[in-house]
């Protein structure tokens, strides 16, 4: 039997950033399984839009603050839920699987490759993954809603919010310890979230309490400034600086979570 | 050797690839290692031997960065593991206990993720994932989904993966538990072609015929304590080179000698039938660890010195 050699170590260096690898991985998962993912992102915008847009919109108008159509108002919040469902939902699962049934997590965690990097890495295939869900949904709305205007700082701001929730999926994918945990997190905070942060109903349409405490959730922000960016209402950088908070906070929070792991 | 509180990757002495001192691990009220301490030379097959749950894959885990010790230090190709995690990782190759490959890409693209987490160059990790399907025998197998590979197809994955970047440094835990014979065999010759090639192995094994045949030295572990070190030979010349056994009422009955002659003499005393044989390994690591007492209490071992 020939013997390659095994040890005195790999001397050529490639220049691509360390969390690369996680968004290769990723690439892969899409090329297998492009058909599958395009179906599933398309088919709950599409419900929210044909039900709540077209069906009960209509008498819904009578709920919009200031007269706004209630389409308008849906749009972006339909776009706001496929970045949010995707991107955080993406990477809990992909985590929840390779650290808890398959282990392959531990790969990445035997690398030379620093926890930094792997938070990185993680964040941003969620956020291509909600990115990529965003970009379908707005296919399907140019053609279900003719005479919408996209701009740059939508655009600009789909991206903020999709780095935001990738952090936001690593979070939760390393804080779950079982099956069950991720039913709970998907009764307790995913649903919650979907329903009140202003992608379906307006927030000042919600009770008094909750007026409040849903800013404290990153999905209201992002849906809000989603909205005044597409209806040419001026890109809002107090809504931006709260996302990009968020995203700081959440990200140092799964950071944190990995070290703890370490332990 | 530098204290583990130190902030720089400064490298120690090259001869000695693997240090432990004094390592403890507790999980809760729950103590997996109580104060191990051993070496590992350049070059050497070191196995760790003990019952399940003994503290072998928790050291194992410490070693490899994968869970910090509540005390103690440890070194790693001259790096103390505490503040040197990357420069300790890029110098192992890991194959654990549990088939950890992506299930959901092929093993050529494995080989491939593992290349670029290591950042190799694009013309090396052609030539080395090449070489190594070639070496494990994975070559016409390759891009298959790994989810579709046997368990000895996927333990040899594994092992390539883990020679991929040419660690000076290989931790096998378990390499082949669940493996049939023959599978079993193939993976002892690539575990000793890899040391002929200069390459330092650690493992982990309750299998003893295999860290008999295997290591150059073994450490014995049970209950998170280093119980026995040395050389399969030196172990069993402690117990008595040559073994005296029969069954009796209560069981089989096992005694120790140093010399044949005497192994031979008290076999002749006995009125039933008795076997006369060398001590093996397994001898060595039941009595140390009083596993098979433990178990079945209807097993008596007096040792002669």
């Given at each position: 039997?020939?013997v390659p050699a095994?040890?005195g170590g790999v001397?050529?260096?490639?220049?691509?950033p360390?969390?690369y690898?996680i968004?290769?991985?990723?690439?892969?998962?899409?090329?297998?399984?492009f058909w599958?993912y395009?179906?599933?992102?398309?088919?709950?915008p599409?419900?929210?839009?044909?039900?709540f847009?077209f069906?009960?919109g209509r008498?819904?108008?009578?709920i919009?603050?200031?007269?706004?159509?209630?389409l308008?108002f849906?749009v972006?919040?339909?776009v706001a839920?496929a970045?949010f469902?995707?991107?955080?939902?993406s990477?809990t699962v992909r985590m929840f699987y390779?650290r808890?049934?398959?282990q392959?997590?531990?790969?990445?965690?035997l690398?030379?490759?620093s926890n930094?990097?792997?938070c990185?890495?993680y964040?941003?295939?969620?956020?291509?993954r909600?990115?990529?869900a965003?970009l379908?949904?707005l296919?399907?709305v140019?053609?279900l809603?003719?005479?919408?205007k996209?701009?740059w700082?939508?655009f600009g701001?789909m991206?903020?919010a999709s780095?935001?929730f990738?952090?936001?999926?690593v979070?939760?994918?390393?804080?779950?310890r079982?099956f069950d945990?991720q039913?709970?997190v998907s009764?307790?905070?995913?649903v919650?979230?979907?329903?009140?942060s202003?992608?379906?109903?307006?927030?000042e349409?919600l009770p008094?309490?909750?007026q409040?405490?849903?800013w404290?959730?990153?999905l209201?922000p992002?849906?809000?400034?989603?909205?005044?960016?597409?209806?040419g209402?001026g890109?809002?950088?107090?809504?931006a600086?709260?996302?990009?908070?968020?995203?700081?906070?959440?990200?140092?929070l799964?950071?944190?979570r990995l070290?703890?792991l370490d332990? | 050797?530098?204290?583990?509180?130190?902030?720089?990757?400064?490298q120690?002495q090259p001869?000695?690839?693997i240090?432990l001192?004094?390592v403890v691990?507790?999980?809760g009220?729950?103590?997996?290692?109580?104060g191990?301490?051993?070496q590992?030379?350049?070059?050497?097959?070191?196995g760790?031997?003990?019952?399940?749950?003994a503290?072998?894959?928790t050291t194992?885990?410490?070693?490899?960065t994968?869970t910090r010790?509540?005390?103690?230090?440890?070194?790693?190709?001259?790096?103390?593991?505490?503040?040197c995690p990357?420069?300790?990782?890029?110098?192992?190759?890991?194959?654990?206990?549990?088939?950890?490959?992506e299930r959901?890409?092929?093993?050529?693209?494995?080989?491939?993720?593992?290349?670029?987490?290591h950042?190799?160059s694009?013309?090396?990790?052609?030539?080395?994932?090449?070489e190594l399907?070639?070496?494990?025998?994975?070559?016409s197998?390759?891009?298959?989904?790994v989810?579709?590979?046997?368990?000895?197809?996927a333990r040899?994955?594994?092992?390539?993966r883990?020679?991929l970047?040419?660690?000076p440094?290989l931790?096998l835990d378990?390499p082949?538990?669940?493996?049939?014979?023959q599978?079993?065999?193939?993976?002892?010759d690539l575990?000793?072609?890899?040391?002929?090639?200069?390459?330092?192995?650690l493992?982990?094994t309750?299998?003893?015929?295999?860290a008999?045949?295997?290591c150059?030295?073994?450490g014995?572990?049970d209950?998170?304590?280093?119980?026995?070190?040395?050389?399969?030979?030196e172990?069993?010349?402690?117990?008595?080179?040559?073994?005296v056994e029969?069954l009796?009422e209560?069981g089989?009955e096992r005694h120790?000698f140093?010399?044949?002659?005497?192994?031979?003499?008290?076999a002749?005393?006995?009125?039933c039938d008795?076997?006369?044989?060398?001590?093996?390994?397994?001898?060595?690591?039941?009595?140390?660890?009083?596993?098979?007492?433990r178990?079945?209490a209807?097993?008596?071992?007096v040792?002669?010195?």
């Open positions: 039997m020939r095994t040890t001397r050529a260096r490639c220049f691509l360390p969390w690898p968004i290769w991985e990723e690439m892969i998962y899409w090329r297998s399984k599958l395009l179906a599933t992102y398309m088919l709950s599409m419900l929210f839009l044909l039900s847009g069906g009960v008498r819904l108008q009578m919009m603050p200031g007269g706004m159509s209630y308008d849906l972006p919040g339909v839920l970045l469902n995707n991107g955080v939902t990477v390779t808890l049934h398959f392959s997590f531990e790969a990445y965690r690398a030379p490759v930094f990097s792997i990185l890495g964040t941003l295939a969620g956020a291509m909600g990115l990529l965003g379908i949904v296919i399907m140019f053609l809603v003719p005479g919408l996209l701009n700082p939508f701001t991206l903020l780095l935001c990738g952090t936001f999926g979070l939760i994918g390393l804080c779950l079982s945990d039913a709970l009764e307790f905070i995913l919650p979230i979907t329903f009140l202003g992608t379906l109903i307006p927030v349409r008094g309490f909750l409040h405490v849903v404290l959730l990153p209201t992002a849906a809000e400034l989603l909205r005044t960016t597409l209806t209402n890109f809002n950088w107090r809504l600086a709260v996302l990009g908070g968020w995203s700081v906070v959440l990200f140092t799964g950071w944190l070290k703890i332990g | 050797m530098k204290g583990a509180g130190a902030d720089t990757c400064v120690e001869a000695v690839m240090k001192k004094d691990k507790n999980y009220r729950i103590t997996a290692v109580a191990v301490s051993f590992v030379l350049q070059g050497e097959i070191f760790l031997l003990g019952p399940n749950g503290g072998k894959t194992i885990r410490m070693l490899t994968l010790p509540t005390a103690g230090e440890l070194y790693v190709a001259g790096y103390p593991v505490a503040t990357v420069e300790v990782k890029k110098r192992i190759g890991v194959v654990p206990q549990q088939n950890n490959l959901e890409l092929t093993g050529r693209e494995n080989l491939l993720l593992h290349a670029l987490l950042r190799m694009r013309v090396e990790r052609e030539r080395r994932i090449e399907l070639d070496y494990v025998g994975l070559s197998r390759a891009d298959e989904r989810q579709h590979y046997s368990g000895g197809m040899r994955l594994l092992i390539a883990a020679l970047h040419c660690p440094i931790f378990e082949t538990i669940g493996l049939d014979p599978t079993r065999r193939k993976i002892w575990i000793q072609l890899m040391n002929r090639d200069g390459m330092t192995v493992l982990t309750h299998y003893i015929e295999e008999d045949s295997l150059h030295r073994v014995i572990i209950h998170g304590r280093l119980i026995a070190l040395g050389t399969p030979a172990l069993k010349e402690r117990l008595g080179n040559y073994c029969f009796n209560q089989t120790f140093a010399t044949r002659s005497e192994a031979k003499a008290y002749q005393s006995k009125e008795t076997v006369v044989r060398r001590t093996s390994l397994e001898d060595v690591f039941v009595e140390l660890t009083g596993r098979e007492a178990e079945l209807s097993v008596q071992k040792i002669y010195r």
